[in-house]
Structure formats: structure tokens, C-alpha cells
């Protein structure tokens, strides 16, 4: 279980996710399971384990984004929100059967028999992502499949950044971005309220 909370950012965090697949105790956990698989908490930017924010339900999946209230995670974010009105976030959806994952791996591609017998043991999917609300859009940059106990499976990591509108995006994804986006938006006002105030 990676429990460091010492803040050392998203780099950080690629870093240990891209551990060479020979070290089996190098996956990391992202996800602590809670009842019913829910997630009860997750690994944020700051690898920080915070309590997930739930943005979208429906009969397959929900997805979640940590705790953006968090002082850690708002001082990482704000000096880049304030000087380019961007923000890094993860996002995590919680599968509620194998059949959305199977649904999932087919929509990207990957429909043959080894990719979708993997979703009998895979619970979550990560992403983390560049937020820019300005011009709607996201860039991706980095997402992975995450086992029914909340550890990445090292072999679903993908790095390669892909840029989107959100109006590209599923409907689930885009109603949790605008939810994220505007819970965001009011923690930095907050936040920098506070930082004002301080000087």
C-alpha cells in the first residue's frame, strides 16, 4: 500500500506507476475498497488518501474525483490555476459489474477474449488529466486499469497524453467534469481568499 503523504507531485506519481512489471510489489494502490467494492478512499496528486467526492451515478459506473477541498491538493493546483486557469485531477470509475468493464474495453478496442476476461478481477479505472475550463477541453495523461482490491494492474498503464473537447467525451465523463470543475472553481476562490487575507 503506498501510504506516503509527503507531497511530491504528479511526476512522482508517474514515476512509481511506471515500475518495470518484474517487481510485482511495485503496483500501486490508488483505491482503498469499501463496502460493496465502492471506493471508501483514494490516492490523490498529492498521494494523499482523501475521501472520494461521488459526480455521477447510473446503473454501470460511478465516477469519483478526491477530496478538491483538501489544502494539499489546492496548494499543489493553485499556482497553476492562478497563473494559466488549469488544474490536474483524477478521476476514478468504480465498475459495478464486469459487464461495464467488458462495455469499456470494447468502446477503446479491445474486445478479444484475454482483454475482457481480464474485467472479472478488474473493480476501477484511473485517469488523470489536465483540466483547461476555459476551452472546455482535457488532456490526458495517464490512465489505467486498477484490480477489484485497488491496485493499477502495471500492464493497462498508458502515458501517451490525449487532448479532447469535452463534448467529445461520453456523457458521463463530461457531467463529471462540469460537477468537478465547478466544485474546483469554488475551492480556489476560497483558497485564495484565505492566501489574500494572510499577506
Same mark, same amino acid.
Given at each position: 500500500?503506498?501510504?506516503?503523504?509527503?507531497?511530491?507531485?504528479?511526476?512522482?506519481?508517474?514515476?512509481?506507476?511506471?515500475?518495470?512489471?518484474?517487481?510485482?510489489?511495485?503496483?500501486?494502490?490508488?483505491?482503498?475498497?469499501?463496502?460493496?467494492?465502492?471506493?471508501?478512499?483514494?490516492?490523490?496528486?498529492?498521494?494523499?488518501?482523501?475521501?472520494?467526492?461521488?459526480?455521477?451515478?447510473?446503473?454501470?459506473?460511478?465516477?469519483?474525483?478526491?477530496?478538491?477541498?483538501?489544502?494539499?491538493?489546492?496548494?499543489?493546483?493553485?499556482?497553476?490555476?492562478?497563473?494559466?486557469?488549469?488544474?490536474?485531477?483524477?478521476?476514478?470509475?468504480?465498475?459495478?459489474?464486469?459487464?461495464?468493464?467488458?462495455?469499456?474495453?470494447?468502446?477503446?478496442? %479491445?474486445?478479444?477474449?484475454? /482483454? +475482457?476476461?481480464?474485467?472479472?478481477?478488474?473493480? &476501477?479505472?484511473? @485517469?488523470?488529466?489536465?483540466?483547461?475550463?476555459?476551452?472546455?477541453?482535457?488532456?490526458?495523461?495517464?490512465?489505467?486499469?486498477?484490480?477489484?482490491?485497488?491496485?493499477?494492474?502495471?500492464?493497462?498503464?498508458?502515458?501517451?497524453?490525449?487532448?479532447?473537447?469535452?463534448?467529445?467525451?461520453?456523457?458521463?465523463?463530461?457531467?463529471? %467534469?462540469?460537477?468537478?470543475? /465547478? +466544485?474546483?472553481?469554488?475551492?480556489?476562490?476560497? &483558497?485564495?481568499? @484565505?492566501?489574500?487575507?494572510?499577506?
Amino acid at each position: 500500500m503506498f501510504l506516503n503523504r509527503t507531497r511530491t507531485g504528479f511526476l512522482g506519481i508517474i514515476v512509481t506507476l511506471l515500475c518495470a512489471s518484474s517487481q510485482p510489489s511495485c503496483a500501486q494502490q490508488v483505491v482503498q475498497r469499501g463496502s460493496f467494492g465502492k471506493p471508501a478512499q483514494v490516492l490523490d496528486e498529492t498521494q494523499s488518501w482523501t475521501t472520494p467526492l461521488l459526480l455521477v451515478s447510473d446503473p454501470e459506473v460511478q465516477i469519483y474525483i478526491p477530496d478538491v477541498s483538501s489544502s494539499d491538493w489546492l496548494s499543489l493546483n493553485y499556482p497553476e490555476y492562478r497563473d494559466r486557469g488549469t488544474y490536474k485531477l483524477s478521476m476514478f470509475t468504480f465498475y459495478k459489474s464486469p459487464a461495464a468493464c467488458r462495455t469499456n474495453m470494447i468502446n477503446w478496442g %479491445l474486445g478479444d477474449g484475454d /482483454h +475482457l476476461n481480464e474485467c472479472i478481477s478488474i473493480g &476501477y479505472r484511473v @485517469r488523470r488529466a489536465l483540466i483547461n475550463p476555459h476551452e472546455k477541453s482535457v488532456t490526458l495523461l495517464m490512465a489505467a486499469m486498477v484490480d477489484d482490491q485497488g491496485s493499477i494492474k502495471e500492464s493497462s498503464i498508458q502515458t501517451e497524453k490525449v487532448f479532447r473537447f469535452w463534448n467529445q467525451l461520453d456523457a458521463n465523463t463530461q457531467e463529471a %467534469l462540469e460537477k468537478a470543475n /465547478h +466544485l474546483v472553481v469554488e475551492q480556489m476562490k476560497i &483558497y485564495d481568499h @484565505r492566501i489574500q487575507n494572510s499577506r
